[in-house]
């Protein structure tokens, strides 16, 4: 994955990669070009908590 593809994914700024991830942006203007794989990592990650927001899970009924 590429530092413009995981910038692209979490919401196509700097400002909202860093958010989506938890980190500043001076952070992400440090990341190589291809990101190694504990990057990359992290991206998906958080592409989950932001699809996991956007779709909660239903609530399951209690019964009793």
Same mark, same amino acid.
Do not use: C, F
């Given at each position: 994955m590429t530092k413009?593809?995981?910038?692209?994914?979490? @919401? @196509?700024?700097?400002?909202?990669?860093?958010?989506?991830? @938890?980190?500043?942006?001076?952070?992400?203007?440090?990341?190589?070009t291809e990101l190694?794989?504990?990057?990359?990592?992290?991206?998906?990650?958080?592409?989950?908590?932001?699809?996991?927001?956007?779709?909660?899970?239903?609530?399951?009924?209690?019964?009793?």
């Amino acid at each position: 994955m590429t530092k413009t593809e995981a910038i692209t994914l979490l @919401g @196509g700024s700097v400002a909202k990669a860093a958010e989506a991830i @938890g980190i500043n942006s001076q952070a992400i203007s440090q990341w190589p070009t291809e990101l190694p794989a504990r990057l990359a990592d992290r991206v998906q990650a958080a592409l989950w908590r932001m699809q996991q927001a956007d779709h909660p899970a239903p609530q399951e009924s209690s019964h009793g």
